[in-house]
């Protein structure tokens, strides 16, 4: 049987990242992976959390939500797949449900699709590579083109950057930072 898309991460708009930051990090343990900025989102601040070693994140903090708006609002929701052609498929699906904006994204130790669901709500749909740097990292992908090809594009791309590593070694650093060494 094939594998269902599976939630890994949730994305939420804040409006004070540092208090967000150190109440995820007291109170469920979650140790800060990346930071930066997201042109997309007209540059504002992100910062990726987790408590697992083997991913990169599991919430996405969002700068810039207002104050006034009342509780987080949802930023997105992430799939997790096994394979190119997996990620394929839910482009098809998202294009035949009418979805908005799919966009594809090689964050380089992720490729992802975008989209909105029928509300409104910012979906992702990606799977790892076999490595990593750091995020955010992103520019747009050929889905059309073959396994092999985007396999080669990005790991071309991914070894000009300075903090590329293979994604085991990523892991293993991930394992030490959450064991507090």
Known sequence: MKALP???HLGI????MERMKQFYAHVFGLVV?????????????????SG???AHHQLVLVGGKDPASGPSVV???SFHLQTLDDL????DRLIAEGAPHVTTIDHGNAWSIYASDPEG???EAYLDTPWHVAQPHGRPFDLSQSNEAIHAMTEAAVRQDPTFRERQAWIGEMTKKLAGA
């Open 52 to 54: 697992a070693a083997d």
């Open 121 to 123: 709500n910012g979906l």
């Open 75 to 77: 930023f997105q929701m």
């Open 6 to 8: 599976q939630l890994k």
């Open 88 to 91: 394929r498929e839910i482009r």
């Open 13 to 16: 708009y804040v409006d004070d």
């Open 33 to 49: 992976s990346d930071t930066g900025t997201v042109p997309r989102l007209g540059n504002r601040a992100i910062v990726f959390m």
